[in-house]
């Protein structure tokens, strides 16, 4: 029996190659879609889901508030996790870390020289400095070596199997005693490997390449006070703590009882009640962009939504399938009354009909998978790092067998249904009218279609707008034929490092095509800070701000175009004298005119400028309290602007600062970016988000429009007699096409005014995340509605104008 409906199955697809076509290119591409959103949402749900009791594993973070504006923290003061071991109940273990990035640069060999370490694309080693305990919260399968015995003494360094090929070339327990000399945290590290791990199979938010012994620091009185270690109120964003609690231990009131025990280590002079500790969920970790410190932060709402686009989009599908068997559904009438006369039961023809609907949906998943790889290539800057299609994984299989299952109930029932419940005698008398189903169910199916896929137009359009807006907005300072590039981390350890780098930019200052150099610590767009609280004393008390800083020299006003309202330009400096602060700062310390702010003291230095507002970060932000100050040791970002004279003559100059470069650091590669990269990168996720709206708006339109063109071609063959008859009459071949698509557009005309408001409403949701953002026109939501009449009617189009130009005998000849 089964054989016999597969036959049936694969000839009467075959029969209908052009109607099986559609089916297929529109299920495969709902399949797909489906496929690539759940890689996705599964690999960026699977973070850290590996660790044993992960319910009771906590990050603690901090939060703080100066005036009206709260700041996150995923960092602690360095002293707090010992006291928290040591002062607190309620804890199992408490593991504290502290991350950076660690620079390899030499693996000495006996009786040989050392091998100059080469890191893959600037790609340095991220390294936990910790403990055993570390491992008791996140375990790792070890190769050689234990928590306890690897990571006791001073200078032990365990190594995962990826970092251990990378500096030895091998990854067997045979580099336990090999010895690495590195630089982190502007100190150089001379380590002997003690351990060695098995690369995670799983995503993780805490996966080191490798692990410092904390003993490595903790005995040395520099790198303490380079961790601050004695410090209770330095908050560093590298210094973590992860703790599990005691079963019953309230995670808020463990967070309230940190606070008092911190506070009961303040001076009495510090300010208390504005710094609070809170027990972070480590399910929160990956979720949470607060306390997001630099890695890949996912976006719970985005990952659901993403799920429901999916979901939207192989509903699409079905709706689609449905149409066009619906369509085809009167050219099978005389079949299924042949079969019923014949003794067929409705339960057989049911399933004979979801067995075809199954071949044909095994076939789309099949291409579905090719689709997806094809996908993933595509959206490789999009999708993140570590999603794939692994088949060595049995949950793949599952849900593309679960997709195919669903896909062909949701798409095969009703038709089955309906064609099954037909009237033999009906049926060879040629009276398939009930084969047609419901038009009222097959017009809200497409006017559904294009419900969404308005949506996805209107997004696009809108998405891109605000893209536009964020990358041409005025941010306070110019962008173009600038160049910037750092000191190499070696720099700081070399015994010339101030003159080695200020000897390069003199160099780099006579060349023909340069205009100016400027060093500084960051450009005015950085892909990091520093903030620190500064105290005025004015007329009102004192008022303490917490304000962003950046170190540059004395042409980098002039260089970025930034407008001085008021006072002079910073003076040369070995260290931090004055202050040159931006508008809103002097605003905040209650100074609306800026020269009333010149010559005030600010904490302990003088305010000599106040410069116009600019954007350091990007426009999600608003713009903060900012100052500028010279401290010429901090100076290692050399921010280049060029001569005006074309594309030539920028490359020339470039190639020229490579050779000066290469002189000065000759182990060291030159990694210039020009500066307007640096500010569209800003908004790279929005770029993402807009790519993948229009592959989505594309999918969607498509997909609409083959569900549209089946229940044209459905139309036009109920009506053929009809539409014989006009001809006849004299009907012109337009008014039949005007017959035909009226109907239709009003459809999609009822789909453009339930989604405008849809739209609107997602988007302006979507807006609410930046600080400065487009005013939403109406003259989008009207261009969105023009696209889709206009697509609509080209799918209208092609098969009105085909039966328009049908021959008038030949249709009423037709049975």
Same mark, same amino acid.
């Given at each position: 029996m089964l054989k016999s409906y597969l036959n049936i199955a694969i000839r009467n697809l075959s029969r209908n190659r052009l109607t099986t076509a559609l089916n297929v290119v529109g299920l495969s591409i709902g399949v797909a879609a489906c496929l690539v959103i759940y890689l996705i949402v599964q690999f960026e749900f699977n973070f850290d889901q590996h660790v044993p009791n992960s319910g009771q594993v906590y990050r603690l973070v901090s939060k703080f508030k100066f005036g009206d504006d709260f700041y996150h923290n995923p960092g602690l003061s360095a002293p707090i996790p010992a006291a928290v071991r040591t002062e607190l109940t309620g804890t199992k273990t408490v593991a504290a870390f502290h991350t950076g990035s660690f620079e390899v640069v030499e693996v000495p060999r006996p009786g040989a020289e050392p091998i100059r370490v080469r890191t893959p694309d600037n790609e340095h080693d991220w390294l936990a400095i910790t403990d055993a305990a570390f491992f008791e919260i996140m375990p790792r399968q070890w190769i050689a070596g234990s928590p306890k015995a690897s990571l006791s003494k001073p200078g032990q360094i365990v190594l995962t199997e990826r970092q251990s090929r990378l500096y030895f070339g091998d990854a067997s327990p045979a580099v336990i005693g090999r010895r690495l000399i590195g630089q982190q945290y502007r100190d150089t590290?001379?380590?002997? !490997?003690?351990?060695?791990?098995?690369?995670?199979?799983?995503?993780?938010?805490?996966?080191? #390449?490798?692990? !410092?012994? +904390?003993?490595?620091?903790?005995?040395?009185? #520099?790198?303490?006070?380079?961790?601050?270690?004695?410090?209770?109120?330095?908050t560093n964003s590298s210094s973590q703590c992860l703790l599990t609690l005691t079963p019953g231990t309230d995670p808020k009131r463990f967070g309230e009882r940190v606070i008092k025990m911190v506070e009961s280590h303040m001076p009495a002079s510090e300010e208390k009640g504005n710094r609070w500790f809170i027990l972070q969920p480590l399910a929160d970790v990956h979720f949470n962009v607060d306390y997001g410190s630099g890695g890949h932060v996912a976006?719970?709402?985005?990952?659901?939504? *993403?799920? $429901?686009?999916?979901?939207? *989009?192989?509903? $699409?599908?079905? &709706?689609?399938f449905i149409n066009m068997a619906t369509a085809q559904s009167t050219q099978r009438a005389k079949e299924i009354g042949v079969r019923k006369s014949l003794g067929s039961a409705q339960k057989q023809l049911i399933f004979q009909f979801l067995g075809e609907t199954f071949v044909l949906t095994l076939l789309a998943t099949g291409i579905a998978i090719v689709l997806a790889q094809g996908a993933l290539a595509y959206l490789s800057d999009i999708v993140p790092t570590g999603v794939a299609l692994d088949f060595s994984q049995p949950q793949l299989? &599952?849900?593309?067998? +679960? !997709?195919?299952?669903?896909?062909?109930? +949701?798409?095969? &029932?009703?038709?089955?249904?309906?064609?099954?419940? *037909?009237?033999?005698?009906?049926? $060879?008398?040629?009276?398939?009218?009930?084969?047609?189903?419901?038009?009222?169910?097959?017009?809200?199916?497409?006017?559904?279609?294009?419900?969404v896929a308005q949506v996805f137009i209107v997004g696009a359009l809108l998405v891109g707008q605000q893209l536009r807006f964020l990358i041409n907005s005025d941010l306070g300072f110019q962008r173009e034929a600038i160049v910037t590039f750092s000191t190499p981390t070696s720099s700081f350890f070399n015994g010339d490092r101030h003159d080695v780098r200020f000897t390069l930019a003199d160099q780099i200052r006579k060349l023909t095509g340069v205009e100016r150099v400027s060093m500084a610590n960051q450009t005015p767009i950085a892909g990091g800070w520093s903030t620190s609280t500064l105290e005025f004393a004015g007329k009102k008390g004192k008022i303490k701000v917490n304000v962003y800083r950046k170190e540059a020299d004395t042409a980098y006003l002039g260089l970025y175009g930034m407008k001085l309202l008021a006072g002079r330009n910073l003076l040369p400096s070995d260290t931090a004298r004055e202050y040159i602060v931006n508008e809103t700062l002097a605003k905040r310390i209650g100074f609306l005119n800026p020269a009333d702010a010149v010559g005030k003291v600010l904490d302990k230095f003088p305010i000599i400028g106040v410069v116009r507002d600019f954007h350091h970060r990007s426009l999600h932000n608003a713009i903060q309290p900012t100052a500028l100050m010279s401290h010429k040791g901090n100076l290692h970002v050399f921010n280049i602007q060029f001569r005006r004279g074309g594309a030539d003559s920028f490359d020339k100059t470039l190639a020229q600062i490579k050779t000066l470069w290469g002189n000065t650091y000759p182990d060291e590669a030159f990694t210039p970016k020009f500066f307007d990269e640096s500010v569209a990168e800003l908004y790279g996720k929005e770029r993402n988000l807009g790519k993948l709206i229009t592959l989505a708006t594309g999918i969607a339109v498509l997909i609409s429009c083959l569900g549209l063109f089946g229940l044209v071609t459905f139309t036009a063959e109920r009506r053929m007699k009809e539409i014989g008859v006009r001809k006849v009459l004299g009907a012109s071949i337009a008014s039949i096409v005007t017959l035909l698509a009226k109907d239709f557009l009003i459809l999609i005309l009822i789909a453009v005014f339930i989604a405008s408001p849809?739209?609107?409403?997602? !988007?302006?949701?979507?807006?609410?995340?930046?600080?400065?953002?487009?005013?939403?026109?109406?003259?989008?939501?009207? *261009?969105?509605?023009? $696209?889709?009449?206009?697509?609509?009617?080209?799918? &209208?189009?092609?098969?009105?104008?085909?039966?328009?130009?049908m021959n008038p005998v030949k249709s009423l000849r037709a049975e």
């Open positions: 590290l001379a380590l002997t !490997v003690s351990g060695l791990l098995k690369d995670l199979d799983a995503p993780s938010d805490f996966d080191f #390449k490798s692990f !410092v012994s +904390l003993a490595t620091v903790s005995t040395s009185k #520099k790198r303490r006070d380079n961790l601050s270690f004695a410090e209770w109120n330095n976006h719970r709402p985005t990952l659901l939504v *993403l799920g $429901l686009v999916g979901i939207f *989009l192989l509903l $699409l599908a079905c &709706i689609n299989y &599952i849900f593309l067998l +679960l !997709v195919a299952l669903v896909t062909a109930l +949701l798409a095969g &029932i009703y038709p089955g249904l309906l064609i099954s419940k *037909l009237s033999p005698v009906l049926a $060879l008398r040629n009276q398939t009218t009930q084969a047609a189903g419901s038009a009222s169910l097959r017009k809200v199916l497409i006017v559904g279609q294009f419900v849809v739209a609107w409403w997602g !988007v302006d949701r979507w807006l609410q995340d930046f600080a400065y953002k487009i005013d939403i026109g109406w003259w989008l939501f009207i *261009l969105a509605a023009l $696209l889709a009449v206009g697509i609509a009617l080209l799918t &209208i189009s092609f098969q009105s104008i085909k039966a328009a130009l």
